[in-house]
C-alpha cells in the first residue's frame, strides 16, 4: 500500500507545478499554450476567472481606471471655467463691433443663409478653434511606423491654415496599424497591385447586383476560417457593417442592451433598427444582469408581451479606454438569460489573442458562443471595410436582408486582396513565421510601452494586454500643449477632450503597431518624459 | 476635442456636472468670486456678501435657467436645444445628487449673507429676492415650464 502511494505522490498534478518563466528566444514561446490551459478552463465553474492564455501561471491582465486626483479635476473645471468666460467676452465684442475675424466677416455675407447656430457652436468657435491645429492634421505618406505629416501655419489663430509646401516625418503613435500591414511594399502591396491590373479599382455595383466577385467568396472563406464560424459576409465599410446590419436583425418588438461607450456605428445601427434600447454601465456585468432581469421578467413596456429577441452589444477592445469587454462573464449571462451576444472586434481582431483570432482567442470564449461576430479590417489588416460572421443561416438571412449588400457598393478587388494576403500571413499559411511574429511583437511593444509609463508615473488606463494605451492629460491647456510639444519632437500623437470624453478626462491616445521597434519606442518614452515633466503630468 | 462625441452618451451636458471635482471647483468659484468683491476698497463687508450672493444667483440663473441647448453639437439631433441646462441635468431626472447641490448652494449663501449683514432690513429684501431667483425655477415641478412663453424658443 505505501508503496503505490509513494508511486503515486511522484506522479504530480501537473497544474500544480510551477511553470518555468518563459524565454523570449523564440516567438511561439511568448504566447505559451498548455493542454492543462485549456483542460483547467474547461472544468473551471461558471464564476471562476479563466487563466491568461499567454501564461497560464499569470492572473488575468490587470485592467485599471483610476479615477482623476480631486485637484486635477478642480483645475480642469476651473480652466473650463475661464475659457468659457473668455468665448462669452469674446462673443460680446464681436456682437458690439469691437471684435473682427472671419466668422464676423461671414456673418455680414447677406446672401449666406444664416442657420440659428450661435450658442450650438460656442464651443467650437472659441474653445476648438484656438487649438484645431492639433487635429485634422494632413499626412501624405502610408500610415506605417513613420509618417509624412504636410506641414501648415496658420496667420489669424487657426481660423484658416496655410500650407508652407514642406512635409515633417514622424513617428507615428496615432494610426490603428496594429499589426503592421499600413505598408507601400510587400506581399500585400503586390497582390493589390496587381489584383488591381485584373479587376480595375471598383466593383461597380452592389453586392446583390453584380458587385460579388471571386475574390470576396474567398475572402468571405478566408475570414469565416479565421475567425472560428461557418460563414461571413464582408461589406465595403467598417461604420456601415454596423449601422447597416443591426437594423436587419432587429426590429419593433427586440430588445438592444448596448454598453455605454460604444462606438457611434453601434448607436446609429440600435436607432435605425426601432428596437428598444437600453445601456449598461461600461463593462459593468452587475448593470447588465440587472438589465437583463428587468427585461425578461417585465417583457415589452406596455402589453408585458415577452421580447421577441434580446442582443447585448459590446465591443472586443474599446478604443477611448483600452479596455476589454469581460467575455467569459457575459457569455455566461447570455447563456443564463437566453440572450444573444453581438461582438464588435474592431479593434481587436489581429491585434489581440496568441494567434491574433480576437478576444475570443484572448479569453478562451468558444466562438460558437458568440452568436453574431462583427469586425473591421481598417485597423490590423491595412486595408478598408467590415465582415459579420454567424452561422450559416444568419450570413444567408443578412445576404438578402442587408442594407449593405442591396444599396452599398462591395469591397473594391485590390482591397479585398490586401485584407486576404494580410489574413494569410497572420494566420502562418504563407509557409512563413511573419504573422506570428508580428502579432507577438505587438503584444510586446504593448506591454512594454504601458509598464514604462506607469514606471514614469504617468496614469494610463486600459487593460496591461491592449495595444491602445490612454495617457491622462486631464486639463485643456495640457491636452494641447502635450500635441504641439510632442509634434516639435516630430512625433505625431492624438489627443482627445471633452466632449468626445468626459470633461475631466482628457487623454492622449497612443495606439501601438508590430512596426514599432524597441528603438522608436525608447525614443517616444524619452520624449513623453520629458513633456510630462515639463507639464506637470505625473502623480 | 472632436466636437461630435461617437458614444451612447449623446448629451455630455446631462452628465459633466457629476463628475469629480465639480463640487470643490464651484465653492471655490464662488470662493474667487467673494474675495474679488471683498478686494474692492467701496464695498463693506455687508455689501460685498450680498453682493456675492446676487451675482452667485444672476449668474446661476442665466447659466442654468436661460441658455438653452448646449454649446456644442450633440449626437441627439437637438433633442435638447429647448432645454436648459438646468432641465438637462441627468435627463431630465429629479432629486439626484447634483440637483440637490445646485439647489442648496443658494440657500447656504443666502444664511451666510444674511449673517455677515446683521439681518439688516435692506440687505435681507435684496437677498430674499435673491434667493427667489436661485431656488425657484429649481422646482421639479416647473420642469420644462415657460411662464407666458418667455424663453420658449
Known sequence: MRIIISACSVVRDP?????????????????????????????????????????????????????????????????????ILLGHVCDFLRKLGMKRDPYT????????????????MFFTRNIYRRIRDCWNRPIASAPGAYTDLVDRVSDDCNWTFRYTGTKTNCLNLGSYNYLGFAENTGPCADAAYQSTLDYGAGTCSPARELGTLDVHKKLEALVARFVGKPAALVFGMGFATNSMNIPALMGKGCLIV???????????????????????????????????????????????????????????????????????EIVQLKKKYKAYVYLDEAHSIGAMGPTGRGVCEYWGVDPADIDIMMGTFTKSFGAAGGYIAANQDVINYLRGASHSTTY?????????????????????????????????QLLDNSRYFRQRLTEMNFIVYGNEDSPVVPILLYEPGKVTSFSRELLKKKIAVVVVGFPATS?????????????HTRDMLDYALKEINEVGDLLLLKK | MQVMSATAITNPNASWLNTRGMWLGYLTSVAILHFILLSVPLFSTAMAWTLTHVVHNVGMYIMFHHMKGTPYPTGDQGDVRRLTNWEQID?????????????????????????????????????????AVGVIPKFPALHKFRLYGINRY
Request: a positive charge; glycine letters at 6%.
Open chain 1, 15 to 83: 497544474r500544480a507545478t510551477p511553470k518555468p518563466l518563459l524565454q523570449q528566444s523564440s516567438w511561439s514561446s511568448l504566447w505559451h499554450l498548455e493542454a492543462e490551459t485549456s483542460e483547467a478552463m474547461s472544468n473551471g465553474s461558471a464564476g471562476s476567472r479563466p487563466p491568461d492564455m499567454t501564461n497560464p501561471g499569470r492572473p488575468r491582465a490587470q485592467e485599471s481606471f483610476p479615477e482623476p486626483p480631486l485637484m486635477k479635476a478642480v483645475f480642469t473645471h476651473l480652466s473650463y471655467g475661464i475659457l
Open chain 1, 105 to 120: 466677416e461671414a456673418l455680414k455675407n447677406e446672401d449666406l443663409f444664416k442657420m440659428n447656430l450661435d450658442f450650438e
Open chain 1, 258 to 328: 448596448s454598453n455605454e461607450l460604444n462606438h457611434a456605428s453601434i448607436v446609429t445601427g440600435a436607432k435605425l433598427s426601432g428596437a428598444t434600447v437600453k445601456v449598461f454601465k461600461h463593462n459593468s456585468v452587475k448593470s447588465l444582469e440587472a438589465i437583463l432581469r428587468r427585461a425578461v421578467t417585465d417583457g415589452q413596456p406596455r402589453t408585458h408581451r415577452p421580447w421577441r429577441k434580446i442582443l447585448i452589444l459590446v465591443e472586443g477592445v474599446y478604443s477611448m479606454e483600452g479596455s476589454l469587454a469581460p467575455l467569459p
Open chain 1, 408 to 440: 452599398a457598393a462591395s469591397v473594391p478587388a485590390p482591397v479585398a486582396q490586401q485584407i486576404i494576403t494580410s489574413m494569410t500571413i497572420i494566420m502562418g499559411d504563407d509557409g512563413t513565421k511573419e504573422g506570428e511574429k508580428r502579432v507577438a
Open chain 1, 503 to 515: 470633461i475631466v478626462e482628457a487623454r492622449a491616445r497612443i495606439c501601438l503597431s508590430a512596426s
Open chain 2, 91 to 131: 435627463n431630465g431626472h429629479q432629486y439626484t445628487p447634483t440637483r440637490i447641490f445646485l439647489t442648496s448652494v443658494p440657500i447656504f449663501l443666502f444664511f451666510l449673507a444674511s449673517f455677515y449683514t446683521f439681518h439688516d432690513r435692506a440687505h435681507v429684501t435684496v437677498n430674499l429676492i435673491a434667493l
